[in-house]
């Protein structure tokens, strides 16, 4: 393990809608429990270019360091700090993966038992960086990990290529299937979008007892990976234009009446209409890729008269991440997880990953910082 240096590259949002500048921080000292972590990968999602443009559904002080999925290597352990949430003995040279930081004592932690819901939840990536511990996105060389933070190592045997999608899409797809219950033996179920959420969305209901999956999305490499995945069926919303036309053939597929399941991963709000047209009466709607501030007119009749449940579910706390790990772990060698990644680009170029990842060109780019 290389010297710990005094001060750590990071590429930052200055102003929305402008480029991330490359600037440096000082590495906090570690407290007890505390972690720091050099960033072997850190992922892109939707929601990152939504927070580049400042339409993300809780904007963050500027400046900050993006970046909230990631996957680092211990460098230094805090006082205290011996094992992960799992029980595993940490050690320098462990890699691990973590949520976002709950307080553990406010109404929701305690009494509902929902933590992605805490009143006083510390979110990495929208803290502002000019402050102390500096260091809290992964779109850096160093970032720290406050004491009340979390943690599961990354299993020895997976790549970080494989891994990365836990920390956000996946461990987000398991925590909302957890919310819906699962699906239910042969249900037929549709989903809307093909990003990373869709994907591992897609991929609970293959593995929960789907009779046959739908994914609706583009572009079409995204839909490639869809069926690599095991979808049944995809349509390319990039050469089905019309929604009618899109829901007409999901219920030539579903003998009718609609699917059992619709899951909502695409993050464009008119998405969230063309659902509930689509799903059966007396189905399920959950949504778990709406992470923008726009709206759409909605009919509430239709919820009522066809008896639909619908959910909503946001982020996931350190269960989901662990089950997500272990997952790809006993999978790995029926499903390509690595494939969700389709560039890598180092810190400097972050601001070229963002563009494509906006424009559609990538499943999923990452900030590789494993040669630095």
Same mark, same amino acid.
Request: aromatic fraction near 8%; hydrophobic fraction near 35%.
């Given at each position: 393990?290389?010297?710990?240096?005094k001060?750590?590259?990071?590429?930052?949002?200055?102003?929305?809608?402008?480029?991330?500048?490359?600037?440096?921080?000082?590495?906090?000292?570690?407290?007890?429990?505390?972690?720091?972590v050099?960033?072997e990968?850190?992922?892109?999602?939707?929601s990152?270019i939504?927070q580049?443009?400042?339409?993300?559904v809780?904007?963050?002080?500027?400046?900050?360091?993006?970046g909230?999925?990631?996957i680092?290597? $211990?460098?230094?352990?805090?006082?205290g700090?011996?094992?992960?949430?799992?029980?595993?003995p940490?050690?320098?040279?462990?890699?691990?993966?973590?949520?976002?930081v709950?307080?553990?004592?406010?109404?929701w932690?305690?009494?509902?038992?929902q933590?992605?819901?805490?009143?006083k939840?510390?979110l990495?990536?929208?803290?502002?960086?000019?402050?102390?511990?500096y260091?809290?996105?992964?779109?850096?060389?160093?970032?720290?990990?406050?004491p009340?933070?979390e943690?599961?190592?990354?299993?020895?045997?997976?790549?970080?290529?494989?891994? &990365?999608?836990?920390g956000?899409?996946?461990?987000?797809?398991v925590?909302a299937?957890?919310? %819906?219950?699962?699906i239910?033996?042969?249900?037929d179920?549709?989903?809307?979008g093909?990003?990373?959420?869709?994907?591992?969305?897609? %991929?609970?209901?293959v593995?929960?007892?789907a009779?046959?999956? $739908?994914?609706?999305?583009?572009?079409?490499?995204?839909?490639?990976l869809a069926r690599?995945?095991?979808?049944?069926h995809?349509i390319? &919303?990039?050469?089905?234009?019309?929604?009618t036309?899109?829901?007409d053939?999901? %219920?030539?597929l579903?003998?009718?009446?609609?699917?059992d399941?619709?899951?909502?991963?695409s993050g464009?709000?008119?998405?969230?209409?063309e659902? %509930?047209?689509?799903?059966?009466?007396?189905?399920?709607?959950l949504?778990?890729?709406q992470?923008?501030q726009?709206?759409i007119?909605?009919?509430?009749s239709?919820?009522m008269?066809?008896?639909l449940d619908?959910?909503?579910?946001?982020?996931?706390?350190i269960?989901?991440?662990?089950?997500?790990?272990q997952?790809?772990?006993?999978?790995?060698?029926?499903?390509?997880?690595?494939?969700v990644?389709t560039?890598?680009?180092?810190?400097?170029?972050?601001?070229?990953?963002l563009?494509?990842?906006e424009a559609g060109?990538?499943?999923?780019p990452?900030?590789?910082?494993?040669?630095?």
């Open positions: 393990m290389k010297e710990i240096p001060k750590s590259k990071a590429a930052v949002l200055v102003e929305y809608g402008k480029p991330l500048q490359i600037r440096e921080y000082p590495i906090p000292e570690v407290e007890p429990r505390g972690i720091l050099k960033v990968m850190a992922g892109i999602c939707g990152d939504h580049w443009h400042g339409r993300a809780m904007n963050a002080p500027l400046p900050n360091i993006p909230h999925e990631t680092g290597r $211990i460098v230094k352990l805090g006082e700090r011996t094992h992960d949430a799992a029980g595993e940490l050690s320098i040279g462990d890699r691990i993966i973590w949520p976002h709950d307080c553990g004592e406010c109404y932690c305690k009494i509902t038992r933590p992605t819901m805490c009143a939840r510390t990495y990536a929208f803290r502002c960086c000019d402050d102390y511990p260091l809290m996105g992964g779109f850096a060389e160093y970032e720290y990990l406050i009340k933070t943690v599961v190592k990354v299993p020895d045997e997976l790549t970080e290529e494989e891994a &990365i999608g836990v956000c899409a996946f461990r987000t797809a925590a299937y957890e919310r %819906l219950g699962g239910g033996i042969q249900d179920v549709v989903i809307q093909a990003g990373p959420i869709g994907l591992y969305s897609l %991929l609970l209901a593995e929960g007892g009779r046959k999956t $739908i994914v609706v999305g583009a572009p079409q490499a995204r839909l490639d690599r995945w095991g979808a049944h995809v390319n &919303i990039d050469e089905i234009l019309d929604p036309q899109r829901r053939q999901i %219920l030539d579903t003998n009718g009446r609609g699917p399941v619709v899951v909502e991963g464009v709000p008119a998405a969230f209409s659902g %509930l047209e689509m799903v059966r009466k007396g189905g399920r709607y949504i778990i890729g992470t923008t726009l709206t007119p909605i009919k509430p239709t919820i008269n066809k008896g619908v959910i909503g579910s946001a982020s996931a706390s269960p989901h991440f662990y089950k997500a790990l997952f790809i772990r006993t999978k790995r060698a029926k499903y390509p997880f690595a494939d990644v560039n890598k680009y180092s810190l400097e170029r972050a601001n070229e990953a563009a494509n990842m060109k990538e499943i999923k990452v900030i590789d910082n494993r040669g630095r």
